[in-house]
């Protein structure tokens, strides 16, 4: 099993930067896929970014350019660094990890978008 923490939400101004961080239980070595879901109230859950454990990455076409998906495996912690942040990124963000066929989902950290 892998236990899931996010951190570093909160509210901020647009154009504004957080970044968040997951850390997990245990080693994220093996883990091949890590990413970050986004969850807007009254809407489905999307997918933010991802991240393989070579370091590709994906983004979703709303937050290109502006956010940036990181892992560091030696701290077990998988980083979104969020840039020029805009109202409708507010959401609860959630931190995902997919290893041996389970599949892994954090507590969800709240950013607001908001002047």
């Known amino acids: 099993q892998v236990q899931l923490v996010e951190s570093g939400g909160g509210l901020v101004q647009p154009g504004g930067s957080l970044r968040l961080s997951c850390a997990a239980s245990r080693s994220i070595f093996g883990i091949n896929v890590m990413g970050w879901y986004r969850q807007a109230p009254g809407k489905q859950r999307e997918l933010v970014a991802s991240?393989?454990?070579?370091?590709?990455?994906n983004y979703a076409d709303s937050v290109k350019g502006r956010f940036t998906i990181s892992r560091d495996n030696a701290k077990n912690t998988m980083y979104l660094q969020m840039n020029s942040l805009k109202p409708e990124d507010t959401a609860v963000y959630y931190c995902?990890?997919?290893?041996?066929?389970?599949?892994?989902w954090g507590k969800g950290t709240l950013v607001t978008v908001s002047s």
């Open positions: 995902n990890v997919v290893t041996l066929g389970n599949n892994y």
């Open positions: 991240i393989t454990s070579g370091g590709s990455t």
